[in-house]
Each structure stands twice: as structure tokens, then as C-alpha cells.
């Protein structure tokens, strides 16, 4: 979940002094355990085209394997200062893409991509079987959003660094909706369809190891940064869920994600709208919409009718914020009208002429919010019964209604404009009082003598006080979510990993 000014992770890393050890990946075996054959077409899992190496242009070549000095040159090449928050490489890494059935919002049959990224080498990192991680990505505006293309999207160039290259098997999805998948929407935050997505994806990806000579050692880890934090606990939930024993978790981190989306959404309407909240609401929508939520009898329910007409399927689309904003299908901040109450003190911005929201739709949510309220305790934050139909959508898709069973982190930081801090607390707090393993990072917070997350703190403290004395408290604001949160907390959950992979 990015704001309409960062579409990409656009990491200002040149400016970053603190280094984060890249350590060694253990939970390999010389064997692994078997890799499972390919499963038949049209199944969801099956694969659509079986993996393909992707060729990347560095050190004057077209390269499907990057030795660890070639990779090292070229994240550098591509973005300066990577190496001080990923580490040097431990590992080669080959980059594949491939194509897999699964299914959208209403359960209909689709198709998606998904990028596997494969370590390989002498090093005990690189060596034997190696442990896979699936992660999820963040939101992006743009339907052709590709894990695969780590020359062009900063998010995959990150994700091999902090992980591949340091011995993690990466299966990334790009999601129906995006990255060449012939569905026509996303399924924006449902927790149903964009879990099936992702476990979709690793079967995919399991289907083809044989193939390009992969070894699963048999840990899984899943991880994601933003929305992509949401997808990855909405995932751990469903491997849960299903059971059988074909998805054993070793472990879990969610980083920046609006996990408490109910309260999300009541804090949104409330009058605290966030960065982004123009593209964020109508997604959440749309999704909604298309899993027959029956969120509208027509868009002109909800939108202002300068909107309505366009509104549906706007987003991922092929227009960057720029340009959904000066052709008018989008307001740039104006989520409710300039007159529309309550608005919470600092957050005016968010209020204003030609704005996106009817103000007697936010009054109708309102109405609901005061008659129906949630967040009742930090045990029991969903037991209400809200009759408003986005309130109930967003109650569904909340996640702070299982218990993990595998130790997890959840890492952010406390100023994040985008995604609130309090989705993170609020899940944290609902997890330990069920009983789970949870570990809660503020990346954002003075590291101690004996933190085990002190480099990452250092690192994330180093950055921001560089980039405000550069450039001014607004740089910081606007690069918090993720340009400034998104590579610490990554170095962090890579180094959670390491640890439990070493019990």
C-alpha cells in the first residue's frame, strides 16, 4: 500500500550508512525433500507455462544466473547503496517467471504470474537444499507489475537481494490482476481470493522445481511488505485453515500491513483519511464489489458522479497518479467533501472540493459506525455486528481472527502515514492475548545494547535523520512508508528467519 507519490519502492539508499549483515541461511539438507510433479492443467496450481528463465542485463550481458560479484554490481548499478542494507551476496541467483491457474474474487477461473528466484553456489548458504519464502508484494498502480523484472521494479530488486541472494528460494506472485494475468480487476484485500492467489503460486512453483533444478529443503516462510503484509498473515491464516499438512509453516512476518482493516476503514471515515485513501477506498471497493459483496446497486451509491462513471476497474490499470488525477478520475487528496464532519485535527488535507466519497454514503457509515461500533477490546475487537455492507466486508477481511501457529514478526514503524501504526499493535495485541508466538518491531524505535533487531533500528534511525537534515521533515513523510520502512524491516524479517531456521 503505497502513497500516490511513491508507486514504487523508490529507496533513497545512496544516502544510507548503516550496514546489516547478510549472516548465513541455514535449514538445508544435501536432499530436501522430494519436489511433487506438476499438477494437471486447468487445477488451480497447475501451471499455465512452466518456468522460464529471465535474462538480466548486467556487467555488459544478458545473464539468467548472476554470480555474487556480477549481482553485487548491479544492484549497486541500479541503485546505490543497496548493498548497505541487503549485504553482499552470499549466493548466485537465477530468475525465473512462469504462469499458474487459480481463481479471482467471485471464484471464477483466472490465470497469474509469479517470479522464483533461485539461489545457488558453494557457500553454506547457496549449497544443498535451501528453504523457500513466498512473498507478497505491495500495491501498485499499474496492471503490469512484474516480480520477475528486478532491472525495472525496485521491490524484486530488493527482495533478491535481502533474500535470494542470501540463500532463500523466493516464489513472488504478481497476483490476478496484475504482471500479464487476463483477469480484469484485482482482488484488492481479500483475504479469500488473494490467499488462494499466493497458495496457488507456490504449488505453481513446487510443480516446477524439478524442472529448473531447484531443492525445496521443506521450511517455508512467507513474508510481504504493505498490502503484500496483509496477504502474507492472510495466507498463514489459510494454510491454516486448510490443513492436511501440505503447508507447514516454519514461520511468518508481516511488515507495514493494514491488518485491523475494520478499524482502518472506521478511522478512515471517521475523519483520519491517510496517504493513498483515493486509490485505496475505491480498491477495497471494487474488490469487494466483484466477491458479490453487493457493496453498490451502481457506483453513483458511493462516488461523486464526476467518478462513478469511470470508477470500476480503475485500478491497476495502465495510468500512473499523475495521470488518473489530471485526466479527472481521481481526486489527488480530496476523499470527502470540504464541508463533510467530523475531520480529525491534521488531517484537513484529506477534505475539499471536487472529492471522491458522496458525503450522505460517509454519513450512512457513520450512522452505522456509532449504532454498531467495534474494537471492544484488544481480545475481542470484532465482536459487533455492523449492518453498513463496506463495514461488514471490511469486519470479514479482517485479520485479527486466527491464531498463528508459527512464530511471527510484525515490523513497521509508528510514523507511517500510509499504513497506521495501529494495525500492527492492535493485531499484535489480539494475537499474544490468544496465545500466539508474536514478535512486534517499531522499526522506528532507539535501538537497546541487546536488541536483536539493533542493526536494522540503527539503520532505519541513520536513514531518516540523514534524509530530514537532506531534504526536510515533508522528504521523510513522503518516503516513510516505503521508501524509508520497507528495506529495514525486510533486513529484520531475514534475520528473524535466519533464527528460526537455526532451532
Not at 547478510?22 to 487445477?43: F, H, S
Not at 492436511?244 to 475494520?262: D, H, I, Q, V
Not at 453487493?294 to 469511470?310: H, K, N
Request: proline share 6%; with cysteine.
Amino acid at each position: 500500500m503505497r502513497s500516490l507519490t511513491t508507486l514504487g519502492l523508490t529507496l533513497g539508499l545512496g544516502i544510507l550508512l548503516a550496514a546489516c549483515s547478510g549472516g548465513t541461511t541455514t535449514g538445508g539438507t544435501p536432499t530436501g525433500v522430494p519436489n511433487p510433479d506438476p499438477l494437471p492443467g486447468a487445477t488451480r496450481g497447475s501451471l499455465v507455462a512452466q518456468a522460464a528463465a529471465v535474462p538480466v542485463s548486467a556487467a555488459g550481458n544478458a545473464l539468467t544466473t548472476l554470480s555474487p560479484g556480477v549481482m553485487a554490481g548491479f544492484l549497486e548499478s541500479e541503485q546505490t547503496g543497496t548493498l548497505a542494507v541487503a549485504g553482499q551476496p552470499q549466493c548466485s541467483v537465477s530468475i525465473y517467471r512462469l504462469r499458474y491457474n487459480t481463481v479471482g474474487g467471485a471464484g471464477e477461473a483466472t490465470d497469474a504470474g509469479a517470479a522464483i528466484f533461485v539461489p545457488s553456489g558453494g557457500g553454506p548458504s547457496c549449497s544443498n537444499s535451501r528453504p523457500v519464502l513466498l512473498y507478497a508484494h505491495g500495491t501498485s498502480l499499474q496492471k503490469s507489475y512484474d516480480m520477475a523484472d528486478i532491472a525495472n521494479n525496485t521491490e524484486a530488486r530488493l527482495v533478491a537481494a535481502v533474500f535470494a541472494a542470501q540463500g532463500f528460494i523466493v516464489v513472488a506472485p504478481n497476483y490476478s490482476g496484475y504482471g500479464g494475468s487476463s483477469l480484469g480487476y484485482h482482488p484488492y484485500l481479500d483475504r479469500v481470493a488473494q490467499s488462494a492467489d499466493m497458495i496457488d503460486a507456490l504449488r505453481a512453483a513446487r510443480g516446477s522445481f524439478n524442472a529448473i533444478g531447484v531443492r525445496d529443503s521443506g521450511k517455508l516462510l512467507v513474508s510481504g511488505y504493505s498490502q503484500g503484509g496483509y496477504v502474507a498473515l492472510a495466507t498463514q491464516r489459510a494454510m491454516q485453515e486448510q490443513g492436511g499438512g501440505e503447508f507447514t509453516l516454519t514461520a511468518a512476518s508481516g511488515m507495514s500491513g493494514p491488518y485491523a482493516l475494520s478499524r482502518f476503514g472506521d478511522e478512515l471515515f471517521g475523519g483520519a483519511p491517510r496517504n493513498g485513501a483515493t486509490v485505496i477506498v475505491p480498491m477495497i471497493i471494487n474488490a469487494g464489489q466483484h466477491a458479490s459483496a453487493a457493496l453498490y446497486r451502481t457506483p453513483a451509491d458511493i462516488y461523486e458522479s464526476q467518478y462513478a462513471g469511470t470508477i470500476t476497474d480503475l485500478v491497476p490499470g495502465t495510468l500512473g497518479s499523475s495521470d488518473l488525477v489530471s485526466q479527472g478520475k481521481l481526486p489527488a487528496s480530496a476523499l470527502f467533501a470540504a464541508d463533510s464532519l467530523p475531520q480529525a485535527a491534521g488531517y484537513t488535507g484529506y477534505f475539499g472540493a471536487n472529492n471522491l466519497i458522496r458525503s450522505d454514503y460517509r454519513a450512512g457509515y457513520l450512522a452505522d459506525l456509532a449504532a454498531h461500533p467495534c474494537e471492544s477490546g484488544s481480545a475481542t475487537p470484532l465482536a459487533c455486528a455492523p449492518q453498513h455492507l463496506l463495514r461488514k466486508w471490511l469486519v470479514r477481511n479482517d485479520l485479527r481472527s486466527y491464531t498463528p501457529a508459527a512464530p511471527t514478526l510484525l515490523c513497521g514503524g509508528h510514523g507511517d502515514p500510509t499504513v497506521p501504526y495501529f494495525n500492527t499493535t492492535s493485531a499484535s495485541a489480539y494475537f499474544q492475548a490468544r496465545g500466539s508466538k508474536v514478535t512486534e518491531l517499531d522499526i522506528d524505535d532507539t535501538p537497546g545494547l541487546n536488541d536483536p533487531f539493533r542493526t536494522a533500528k540503527a539503520g532505519f534511525v541513520a536513514a531518516k535523520a540523514i534524509l530530514r537534515a537532506a531534504s526536510g521533515s515533508s522528504s521523510v513523510d513522503s518516503s516513510y512508508h516505503a521508501g524509508l520502512v520497507a528495506p529495514f524491516c525486510m533486513a529484520a524479517t531475514r534475520d528473524y528467519f535466519q533464527a528460526q531456521l537455526a532451532r
